[in-house]
């Protein structure tokens, strides 16, 4: 697991680092609309399980999701490549203290930059109290932009949620801590929902499949259109067959879904929730965050769709 977090993390800095233009005060997250895929609100996103919301500079541009994150925006004026200023979210699970993410960071920034340091790393709370670490780090990027960029750890059971903002405009500012800070969890949006019986039939199929440990078996859940954080079903055959924190290789015993949202949209559905896994060498459940958002029908059977739209 602690591969696949550090894999996940260092192509979403490959692919993130980039510039922030001035902002603004931080927009009041609402707390009762739909999660940003489905129905966006300009300057907030929402997240579907864990249930949260965190602001953003109401102007910026969505782009698409990097390996490893859930949602991303880019100053609309912004030139550089990577885009910078930018700010993403990652949601996933980590088994190691939330401390140590800059010292993660830093060999992934090697492969992107020089002259790296780190400004500071501390223990931090949101506001509702919840442990948090922040940390800064600025370094040279190869194209010579110089860039700052602000981290927010913290996690929701064993989903670890990250902020993530860049910006070659220097050290960063209380009004850049401000959108970051802004993280809030959502209450009473943890319960399960009921979903349609062919839909509960294709979850446990997938769960059934993954404890199997058969890939070709696990592979026919996915849509040959599918399309998650910018990678292909080809990406997670591998991924599921080599990757030494795939369900396949920690010797997943239980997998068991729960749905905390379902949306149908036509020959589509919106999915969210978790999945409670268990370990052959560990009692403990873990709840795994889904992931893939949706799913699709083709010739009468639901496949995994992914975060495309």
């Known amino acids: 697991m602690k591969k696949l977090i550090v894999l996940l993390l260092i192509t979403a800095v490959m692919l993130l680092v980039g510039s922030f233009s001035a902002l603004t005060q931080a927009q009041s997250p609402a ?8 129905a966006p609100t300009p300057g907030v996103y929402v997240h579907g399980w864990p249930a949260f919301t965190v602001s953003y500079p109401k102007d910026w541009v969505e782009q698409p999701p990097r390996l490893g994150e859930v949602f991303r925006v880019a100053a609309s004026d912004s030139k550089a490549f990577p885009r910078v200023p930018n700010f993403s979210v990652l949601v996933f699970p ?6 140590k993410w800059s010292n993660i960071l830093v060999p992934a920034l090697r492969t992107t930059g020089r002259d790296i340091k780190i400004v500071y790393d501390k223990p931090s709370q949101l506001k509702d109290g ?3 670490q922040e940390a800064e780090i ?7 932009v110089k860039v700052n960029m602000l981290l927010l750890t913290t996690r929701k059971g064993a989903a670890w949620i990250q902020i993530i903002q860049a910006s070659d405009k220097g050290k960063m500012g209380e009004d850049v801590r401000n959108y970051a800070y802004s993280l809030t969890f959502l209450q009473g949006r943890e319960e399960p929902v ?3 019986s062919d839909v509960r039939e294709f979850l446990d199929k997938y769960s059934s499949d993954l404890v199997s440990g058969n890939v070709e078996r696990i592979m026919a859940n996915f849509s040959d259109q599918f399309l998650n954080q910018s990678v292909k079903k080809a990406f997670f055959e591998q991924w599921f067959r080599n990757n030494p924190a795939s369900p396949i290789q920690l010797g997943i015993t239980s997998y068991e879904p729960t749905v905390t949202i379902f949306e149908a949209q036509g020959d589509k559905a919106f999915v969210d929730g978790f999945f409670t896994s268990k370990r052959r060498d560990d009692a403990n459940a873990v709840k795994v965050p889904m992931g893939f958002r949706q799913i699709i029908k083709e010739k009468g059977q639901w496949k995994w769709y992914g975060d495309q739209k």
């Open 130 to 132: 919840a442990p948090a």
């Open 194 to 196: 009921k979903v349609p």
């Open 94 to 99: 980590a088994p190691f203290p939330i401390d």
């Open 31 to 38: 707390s009762q609309v739909k999660p940003t895929f489905l």
């Open 138 to 144: 600025e370094w040279i990027r190869n194209d010579e």
